[in-house]
């Protein structure tokens, strides 16, 4: 066949390789793809915004830097969960049966079902991006002692008047849906309003949705008590929200798998309370199906601290996703992993670590080469964003691939601990 580009004969493969040229820039066509190199062993995933299954321009992305996202996400990845678009503020915003706005979630759903990936929901039930009229009602909230703000955010700690320990600082206008304070939901009608809501975005998405994040950081931080953090959630039903959620889901759809997720899972006083947590559930019956772990770690974490963490988690007998990962270069998120999204901003200041490319790949390549250790265990590693440009992150450059969409050294030492896998023969001492 001939082919002519401004009057002169080219090659039929030139002309189709510079029109695919703006798609693919940033990668060449034999870098190895995460999802094949992975295939053996783990649903390689990746979180998504509605630009990309939309396919428009964002507020950070042009129009051509989003077609490249799109391109990127369907050469790497086999699985995919929303960043964003189905959690409550989003995808049910206002009360009542017309208060959905399903869009950006049947475009999410749509686009991985079509492309022929492992579809996640992410999430169900969560104290954070919930709207105030979630929680909203006739009953009086109740008295915060002396000396505490009656307007602290739940989001922020284990703290509430109901407990007796302060409450912090607020932060009004959080996420535009800032902390509820005035009169509330009793618990018959905020389960009521839970199951409703379950029902309808699980029942759905049925048969598509493989795998749901139920109930989001119901854990509270650090050692000691209480195990469960204070939000409206735990409130205003008390602690058995939790098993009503993963009820409520496993009624809508009973072969969905439901998870439990949670940050933070590589801290041993957090973990102890996650497997507190997840054997009382199991005692009881509730269908937790599997532990999701977010892993919004950083540089420092290794590879013996997330062996123990999945040593521990696997304790439990349930198949451990590692469900939000990513890896902060940023100065400052290197103390803890805490990952409270209204504390995101300051864990990227005071710019990168030295020689954060070679840290970064060090540390992907241990957290690799644990999740390859157990693999019997870890069914599902998703990365939480495409690139540095669209990650929450941005700032700590916490992915494999920059924002021009380039592999960066992380992202072939990855490659690498996959490589050594499926040769053991030539795996270094
Ligand atoms: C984050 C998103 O990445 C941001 O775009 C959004 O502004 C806030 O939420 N734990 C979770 C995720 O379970 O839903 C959070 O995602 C990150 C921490």
Do not use: C
Not at 373 to 397: E, I, L, P
Request: glycine share 10%; proline share 6%; charged share 20%.
């Amino acid at each position: 066949m001939k082919t002519y580009l401004f009057g002169y004969r080219v090659p039929h493969g030139w002309l189709v390789a510079m029109l695919l040229a703006p798609a693919l820039r940033g990668w060449s066509a034999d870098l190895p793809a995460l999802k094949d190199a992975f295939r053996d062993h783990f649903w390689v995933g990746v979180a998504v915004n509605r630009s990309i299954v939309m396919g428009t321009a964002s507020f950070r992305r042009s129009l051509d830097r989003v077609n490249e996202d799109i391109a990127l996400v369907k050469t790497h990845f086999n699985q995919i969960a929303a960043e964003n678009d189905m959690k409550w503020q989003l995808i049910h915003p206002r009360e009542g049966t017309n208060g959905y706005d399903f869009g950006p979630a049947d475009a999410f759903v749509e686009f991985g079902v079509s492309h022929g990936m492992q579809v996640a929901g992410h999430t169900l039930v969560w104290h954070s991006q919930t709207p105030q009229w979630v929680f909203a009602g006739t009953n009086p909230p109740p008295v915060a002692p002396a000396g505490s703000s009656a307007t602290g955010d739940s989001a922020t700690a284990g703290a509430t008047a109901t407990n007796g320990v302060p409450r912090p600082r607020p932060r009004p206008g959080f996420g535009g849906f800032g902390r509820y304070d005035g009169p509330r939901a009793s618990r018959d009608e905020l389960l009521q309003r839970m199951r409703d809501h379950i029902h309808t975005v699980v029942g759905r998405y049925k048969g598509r949705i493989k795998v749901w994040d139920v109930v989001n950081e119901a854990i509270a931080d650090g050692g000691g008590t209480p195990v469960l953090r204070s939000s409206l959630w735990f409130e205003i039903v008390g602690p058995d929200y939790i098993a009503k959620a993963f009820q409520y889901a496993h009624e809508a759809d009973p072969d969905a798998v439901l998870r439990y997720n949670d940050y933070g899972l590589e801290d041993p006083a957090k973990r102890r309370k996650l497997l507190t947590l997840i054997r009382s559930l199991q005692e009881q019956g509730v269908p937790v199906h599997a532990i999701g772990s977010q892993a919004h770690v950083h540089v420092g974490t290794t590879f013996e601290s997330m062996d123990q963490a999945l040593t521990e988690m696997a304790t439990l007998g349930l198949p451990i996703h590692i469900t939000e990962l990513d890896v902060n270069s940023a100065q400052g998120g290197q103390r803890g992993t805490g990952a409270d999204v209204a504390d995101n901003a300051s864990t990227t200041r005071g710019g990168l670590v030295e020689e954060a490319d070679r840290r970064l790949a060090d540390a992907y390549a241990g957290l690799f080469r644990a999740f390859l250790k157990h693999r019997d265990s870890v069914k599902v590693v998703t990365f939480w964003g495409a690139n540095d440009a669209v990650s929450w992150r941005g700032q700590g450059k916490p992915l494999l691939f920059d924002g021009d969409n380039r592999p960066k050294p992380a992202f072939y030492a990855v490659v690498a601990e996959a490589g050594k896998e499926s040769s053991p023969g030539v795996r270094p001492p």
